[in-house]
């Protein structure tokens, strides 16, 4: 475990690579990003947690309640069913 962390601890925050190789000033300009790509399960939960987060606001702000209604909602957890293709 003690090996892990200290691998770990040599990679960067932000893209997962070694630091000593994607910091490396030879680096700069070589790196090409490719097109983007949707996670349809996260962008499915996401609209889910949104739209239960603005159906909390809405209940509140009729019964006069509480603003931070759905406040928190990121800490439920979800679950998700994949459909057959129709």
């Known amino acids: 475990m003690q090996a ?3 691998y ?5 925050e932000h893209c997962g690579l070694p630091r000593d190789v994607c910091h490396a000033r030879d680096m700069e300009n070589r790196v090409k990003v490719g097109a983007p790509s949707r996670c ?3 962008t499915a939960l996401l609209r889910a947690q ?8 809405a209940i509140a702000k009729k019964a006069g309640g509480a603003t931070n209604a759905g406040a928190y909602d990121r800490a439920l957890s979800w679950g998700f069913t994949i459909l057959e293709p129709t």
């Open 4 to 6: 892990l962390g200290d």
């Open 8 to 12: 770990e601890a040599t990679l960067c």
């Open 40 to 42: 349809h399960v996260t």
């Open 50 to 57: 949104d739209g239960r987060a603005r159906s909390n606001e």
